[in-house]
């Protein structure tokens, strides 16, 4: 089976601007979650979207925004970068229903966002 | 709050034993897993522990105490290529947003 795969891989944009990121999970996986790598904060999470709807939401202001579609792809979009939006992304799929039990999470490469 | 503590960097040599502590500190969670990541590559799951006690996957064991609020992954037979950032999580059942903690940067050394 393929991995998870995200797109692009590398960007860079100025502060204002707006960016989509996009994430295919591995075939058969339902649930997409997304998570913010910082130096400073860690992994934090995003949200997560399960059969198109979102399941859980982390703590991070509207500019944050994501969707799933039919085939489990999913994209997350911020708008009004700011430069503290510098971070990789990362993807993350699992074939869980609930949520819970072993729920093993399976990365993407991440995309390395730079905000000038 | 949610929070998981882990020590922010460990040194050992090749061929020796180390363990990484995780303390957490959150109201209910269905069980502790372990990711590995190595410098510019993505979190690779290790280990889950959803009941207390002791989980081994080769070189790799995991620990959990749900009473002392604490886990630990054990790496046995130290290799160069060990050396990487490793995390605990915890998926809460409030909510249930999955927790990473702030990872322990591994460094094995010849």
Same mark, same amino acid.
């Given at each position: 089976k393929a991995g998870v795969t995200q797109t692009p891989r590398y960007l860079i944009k100025t502060r204002g601007q707006q960016v989509t990121l996009s994430c295919s999970p591995i075939s058969g996986h339902r649930s997409v979650s997304w998570y913010q790598q910082t130096p400073g904060q860690g992994l934090q999470f995003l949200f997560e979207y399960f059969s198109e709807t979102?399941?859980?939401?982390?703590?991070?202001? %509207?500019?944050?925004?994501?969707?799933?579609?039919?085939? +489990?792809? *999913?994209?997350?979009?911020? !708008? &009004?970068?700011?430069? %503290?939006?510098?971070?990789?992304?990362?993807?993350?799929? +699992?074939? *869980?229903?609930?949520?819970? !039990? &072993?729920?093993?999470?399976?990365?993407?490469?991440?995309?390395?966002?730079?905000?000038? | 709050g949610q929070s998981l503590e882990q020590p922010s960097e460990v040194t050992a040599v090749e061929g020796a034993i180390v363990q990484i502590n995780c303390t957490y500190q959150t109201s209910g969670f269905y069980g502790l897993s372990w990711y590995q990541q190595h410098d510019g590559g993505a979190p690779t799951f290790l280990s889950y522990n959803a009941l207390d006690g002791l989980e081994e996957t080769g070189r790799f064991s995991s620990f959990l105490s749900r009473s002392d609020s604490y886990?630990?992954?054990?790496?046995q037979e130290l290799q160069m290529k060990d050396s990487a950032s490793y995390f605990c999580a915890v998926r809460s059942l409030a909510g249930g947003k999955l927790i990473f903690g702030q990872g322990t940067e591994l460094s094995v050394k010849p």
């Open positions: 979102q399941r859980n939401k982390g703590n991070f202001p %509207g500019r944050f925004s994501g969707r799933q579609f039919s085939n +489990s792809r *999913s994209e997350m979009n911020v !708008s &009004t970068l700011e430069l %503290g939006d510098s971070a990789l992304y990362l993807c993350a799929s +699992s074939s *869980s229903l609930a949520g819970g !039990s &072993t729920d093993t999470q399976y990365f993407g490469p991440g995309t390395r966002l730079t905000v000038l | 886990g630990y992954l054990l790496l």
